[in-house]
């Protein structure tokens, strides 16, 4: 088992080096740089403001430095939307608004999903199947902008009268309702339509008739043998999941005005704020690993016959 | 005790009809099977597949699944209405009175629980009071009893841990750790190689002299019924064409479809240069079954009447009776030679 997790330890140390010499070169492709706005600014600024943030070097240069700094825990400093703040202390501070929404979109989306899942799989074929199934399909294909924007205008106001949260997120339980209900809503969808897949699979395996001979209940049978057999594509798909909702929604966060980590994303490549755009991402990078890694540990947990030391 | 118990009748399966409703249309899959089982008998359920052996056995502990249902007859057990009861009435039901073991014990039993778990979660579920150390107990009892060794480092195992003819026994354990009145086994030995076969059956048979109970015992295996069963009964096409004690059924078998099964079985007793005689033709189609005997397309006896209407039993011995044409002629026969000689004893 060590040994696994040394050789994990060092599998994430190259993925995330690639993952940051991929972003570092393909930032520095796209077309413009940190230092226009409406007001262009002189050559001679922009050579001046290059030289001081370092911008003038060869790429190659540029990346082993940054690199260099990176392996000591320096993230660099942000070059134009928070200027100068180091890019960590802007990601730890964006970040627990985010998580703090996304955790619970994750908790419900897991509650209401699976649970759904297992009852459309038990109900397979009856109304109550087909009416999941089109809820979840609506909400796989709906953009999450949509869902927002449709819990905006019913419940924020837009019918007279019904005027349930508000509109803009302050930071109040209210508020967070409906962030949560559109961050959870897709992964809620596609949890369901997966765990129905997964039930369906395992209600038809042999053991289920077993546990019926022996006269269990029906929620024995299907919540303790056949969930737990179906529940490996569920975590499969929920780790990466989770660190993508918990770094923020970004197009939740920008309809409801979180100030959360998700905006940064965006803006942080709109305004070219390099080390900003390299910090968030190999945060993310590094985000997806871990979970990727817990769910292998969850494997294990849940079906003792996987092997993770083994065929490494 | 033994003995007196021997004769009380433990099921009654009665004129049983069980159906699919398929979109092609309504399979018969059981087609009015009856036989009666008492305590510490086997009756071993021999035929081909898909003649509903299994469907017979799923009908009694209630497992059918959609599309199939019970369409007619009754089936009893101590007295009881089985197929009256609710749905929350046969979930007490089964694994209380009614335990079945499955053919393939490799898929049988949970891979994600051990084997303790599965074995004192059955025992739990009809036992409320139990306590978990309790429940623990009985269950290493019972590995004890199938032969399991070192039970307390089995109860803490996987599935995937053990082999194939350890889970069957495992299955057994789990299947009679409530003590069921009748034991359902459904190609319990398919399986598993032949000496642990041997093995699994001489579990089965020394549990039953122990536990008094009945056991319904389905296989396509003549030989396996030569060795545990008391009474077979010889299905095809969902009916139930011969049925008698383990002697008739071998040394006098009255159906042709019957004595077919026995010449393509191999004996060891067989002369080195005789040849398996297999049953030529293919089984029924159960979509559209034969308007006789179902058999008759492939039987070498065909007449007339079997592709007309089915035969009705002939009693051949106490308990032996069979559904032949060729057995009602020479009944007729005997009985016209019977009257023939009183006749010319009057004279």
Same mark, same amino acid.
């Given at each position: 088992?060590?040994?696994?997790?040394?050789?994990?330890?060092?599998?994430?140390?190259?993925?995330?080096?690639?993952?940051?010499?991929?972003?570092?070169?393909?930032?520095?492709?796209?077309?413009?740089?940190?230092?226009?706005?409406?007001?262009?600014?002189?050559?001679?600024?922009?050579?001046?403001?290059?030289?001081?943030?370092?911008?003038?070097?060869?790429?190659?240069?540029?990346?082993?430095?940054?690199?260099?700094?990176?392996?000591?825990?320096?993230?660099?400093?942000?070059?134009?939307?928070?200027?100068?703040?180091?890019?960590?202390?802007?990601?730890?501070?964006?970040?627990?608004?985010?998580?703090?929404?996304?955790?619970?979109?994750?908790?419900?989306?897991?509650?209401?999903?699976?649970?759904?899942?297992?009852?459309?799989?038990?109900?397979?074929?009856?109304?109550?199947?087909?009416? *999941? &199934?089109?809820?979840?399909?609506?909400? %796989?294909?709906?953009? /999450?902008?949509? !869902? +927002?924007?449709? =819990?905006?205008?019913? $419940?924020?106001?837009?019918?007279?009268?019904?005027?349930?949260?508000?509109?803009?997120?302050?930071?109040?339980?209210?508020?967070?309702?409906?962030?949560?209900?559109?961050?959870?809503?897709?992964?809620?969808?596609?949890?369901?339509?997966?765990?129905?897949?997964?039930?369906?699979?395992?209600?038809?395996?042999?053991?289920?008739?077993?546990?019926?001979?022996?006269?269990?209940?029906?929620?024995?049978?299907?919540?303790?043998?056949? *969930? &737990?057999?179906?529940?490996?594509?569920? %975590?499969?798909?929920? /780790?990466?999941? !989770? +660190?993508?909702? =918990?770094?923020?929604? $970004?197009?939740?966060?920008?309809?409801?005005?979180?100030?959360?980590?998700?905006?940064?994303?965006?803006?942080?490549?709109?305004?070219?704020?390099?080390?900003?755009?390299?910090?968030?991402?190999?945060?993310?990078?590094?985000?997806?690993?871990?979970?990727?890694?817990?769910?292998?540990?969850?494997?294990?947990?849940?079906?003792?016959?996987?092997?993770?030391?083994?065929?490494? | 005790?033994?003995?007196?118990?021997?004769?009380?009748?433990?099921?009654?399966?009665?004129?049983?009809?069980?159906?699919?409703?398929?979109?092609?249309?309504?399979?018969?899959?059981?087609?009015?099977?009856?036989?009666?089982?008492?305590?510490?008998?086997?009756?071993?359920?021999?035929?081909?597949?898909?003649?509903?052996?299994?469907?017979?056995?799923?009908?009694?502990?209630?497992?059918?699944?959609?599309?199939?249902?019970?369409?007619?007859?009754?089936?009893?057990?101590?007295?009881?209405?089985?197929?009256?009861?609710?749905?929350?009435?046969?979930?007490?039901?089964?694994?209380?009175?009614?335990?079945?073991?499955?053919?393939?014990?490799?898929?049988?039993?949970?891979?994600?629980?051990?084997?303790?778990?599965?074995?004192?979660?059955?025992?739990?579920?009809?036992?409320?009071?139990?306590?978990?150390?309790?429940?623990?107990?009985?269950?290493?009892?019972?590995?004890?009893?199938?032969?399991?060794?070192?039970?307390?480092?089995?109860?803490?195992?996987?599935?995937?841990?053990?082999?194939?003819?350890?889970?069957?026994?495992?299955?057994?354990?789990?299947?009679?750790?409530?003590?069921?009145?009748?034991?359902?086994?459904?190609?319990?030995?398919?399986?598993?190689?032949?000496?642990?076969?041997?093995?699994?059956?001489?579990?089965?048979?020394?549990?039953?002299?122990?536990?008094?109970?009945?056991?319904?015992?389905?296989?396509?295996?003549?030989?396996?019924?030569?060795?545990?069963?008391?009474?077979?009964?010889?299905?095809?096409?969902?009916?139930?064409?011969?049925?008698?004690?383990?002697?008739?059924?071998?040394?006098?078998?009255?159906?042709?479809?019957?004595?077919?099964?026995?010449?393509?079985?191999?004996?060891?007793?067989?002369?080195?240069?005789?040849?398996?005689?297999?049953?030529?033709?293919?089984?029924?189609?159960?979509?559209?079954?034969?308007?006789?005997?179902?058999?008759?397309?492939?039987?070498?006896?065909?007449?007339?009447?079997?592709?007309?209407?089915?035969?009705?039993?002939?009693?051949?011995?106490?308990?032996?009776?069979?559904?032949?044409?060729?057995?009602?002629?020479?009944?007729?026969?005997?009985?016209?030679?019977?009257?023939?000689?009183?006749?010319?004893?009057?004279?």
């Amino acid at each position: 088992m060590t040994k696994y997790m040394v050789r994990r330890v060092i599998m994430a140390i190259v993925t995330l080096a690639v993952v940051a010499c991929t972003t570092f070169f393909l930032m520095n492709a796209i077309p413009g740089n940190p230092w226009l706005s409406e007001k262009t600014p002189t050559q001679a600024t922009i050579d001046a403001l290059n030289a001081k943030y370092g911008l003038d070097q060869p790429l190659i240069v540029q990346l082993g430095k940054y690199l260099g700094n990176l392996i000591q825990g320096d993230f660099g400093t942000s070059i134009k939307m928070q200027k100068n703040r180091p890019v960590l202390q802007i990601i730890l501070e964006m970040f627990p608004v985010s998580a703090k929404v996304g955790i619970l979109a994750i908790v419900w989306a897991v509650l209401a999903g699976v649970p759904l899942g297992c009852l459309a799989a038990y109900k397979r074929g009856t109304w109550i199947d087909s009416f *999941l &199934r089109i809820v979840c399909t609506i909400g %796989i294909s709906m953009p /999450g902008f949509v !869902v +927002a924007t449709l =819990l905006l205008h019913t $419940l924020c106001g837009g019918i007279a009268g019904v005027k349930l949260f508000p509109a803009l997120f302050d930071g109040t339980p209210a508020s967070y309702v409906l962030p949560c209900i559109a961050l959870g809503f897709y992964p809620m969808c596609y949890l369901s339509r997966q765990t129905r897949t997964a039930m369906l699979d395992s209600i038809n395996q042999e053991y289920i008739k077993t546990a019926r001979a022996k006269g269990l209940k029906n929620g024995v049978i299907i919540f303790k043998h056949a *969930l &737990r057999n179906a529940l490996i594509p569920v %975590i499969t798909y929920l /780790g990466p999941q !989770v +660190a993508f909702t =918990l770094c923020g929604g $970004l197009v939740v966060e920008t309809v409801f005005s979180i100030p959360g980590l998700g905006r940064y994303f965006i803006q942080s490549i709109q305004n070219r704020d390099y080390p900003l755009i390299m910090g968030t991402t190999i945060f993310l990078a590094a985000f997806i690993i871990v979970m990727n890694l817990l769910v292998d540990v969850c494997y294990k947990i849940v079906d003792p016959r996987i092997n993770l030391t083994r065929g490494n | 005790m033994e003995q007196e118990r021997k004769t009380e009748k433990l099921l009654e399966v009665k004129d049983l009809q069980v159906s699919f409703f398929t979109p092609a249309g309504e399979v018969k899959a059981v087609n009015g099977i009856s036989y009666d089982l008492n305590y510490n008998e086997v009756m071993g359920i021999v035929g081909e597949s898909g003649s509903g052996k299994s469907v017979e056995a799923y009908s009694i502990i209630g497992l059918l699944q959609s599309p199939g249902k019970v369409v007619g007859g009754s089936i009893t057990l101590e007295g009881e209405d089985v197929l009256a009861k609710t749905a929350s009435e046969m979930v007490n039901f089964r694994g209380s009175q009614v335990a079945m073991i499955f053919q393939n014990p490799m898929t049988c039993l949970n891979p994600v629980y051990t084997i303790g778990n599965q074995l004192t979660e059955a025992l739990r579920a009809h036992n409320k009071e139990i306590s978990k150390e309790e429940a623990a107990k009985r269950a290493m009892e019972m590995l004890e009893q199938v032969g399991i060794n070192n039970v307390e480092k089995r109860m803490g195992q996987y599935p995937h841990e053990l082999s194939g003819g350890m889970r069957q026994r495992v299955m057994i354990a789990m299947g009679l750790i409530c003590h069921p009145k009748l034991l359902i086994a459904d190609e319990p030995t398919t399986a598993l190689d032949v000496t642990i076969q041997a093995q699994i059956l001489e579990l089965m048979k020394e549990l039953q002299k122990k536990n008094h109970m009945g056991i319904v015992f389905i296989t396509h295996n003549l030989g396996v019924v030569a060795e545990i069963c008391d009474k077979v009964s010889v299905m095809y096409a969902g009916k139930m064409v011969e049925q008698g004690s383990v002697d008739d059924i071998f040394y006098n078998p009255g159906h042709p479809y019957t004595k077919g099964l026995l010449r393509s079985m191999p004996r060891v007793d067989a002369e080195s240069y005789e040849r398996l005689i297999p049953i030529e033709g293919t089984p029924v189609d159960m979509l559209n079954p034969p308007e006789g005997c179902p058999f008759a397309p492939r039987c070498e006896h065909t007449m007339k009447v079997c592709l007309q209407k089915m035969p009705p039993y002939v009693n051949m011995g106490r308990e032996h009776r069979a559904a032949c044409w060729l057995r009602i002629q020479e009944e007729m026969k005997n009985r016209q030679e019977e009257s023939e000689t009183e006749g010319s004893e009057n004279e």
